[in-house]
């Protein structure tokens, strides 16, 4: 089993910048990708950003503002957001996978507000 626990959500204005971390505990050596999630309100929930090895890849929405990186030493997963916007405001979820398989590996979320 995988633990993750994320934080560093809040209150920001538009424009501004924001960093979540995840941290990840438990089967960590079975972990073969990490990404983030996001849910708003009456939305489906969609990848933002994942990171496999070396290799990165983010939503349309997000590219050029946020970036996805991995302390394998720290077993934590970071997402730097800059420039957020009002659409930017969603829960956003931690997630880790297996090799072969799919994000089944959540966790409780962290709110990201952005006000105009």
């Known amino acids: 089993q995988v633990q993750l626990v994320e934080s560093g959500g809040g209150l920001v204005q538009a424009g501004g910048s924001l960093t979540l971390s995840c941290a990840a505990s438990?089967?960590?050596?079975?972990?073969?990708?990490m990404g983030w999630y996001r849910q708003a309100p009456g939305e489906r929930r969609e990848l933002v950003a994942a990171?496999?090895?070396?290799?990165?890849n983010y939503a349309d929405s997000v590219k050029g503002r946020f970036t996805v990186s991995r302390d394998n030493a720290k077993n934590t997963l970071y997402l730097q957001m800059n420039s957020l916007k009002p659409e930017d405001t969603a829960v956003y979820y931690c997630?880790?996978?297996?090799?072969?398989?799919?994000?089944?590996?959540w966790g409780q979320g962290t709110q990201v507000t952005v006000s105009s």
């Open positions: 990171i496999t090895g070396g290799s990165t």
């Open positions: 438990g089967n960590i050596s079975s972990i073969y990708a």
């Open positions: 997630a880790a996978r297996r090799r072969g398989g799919t994000f089944g590996y």
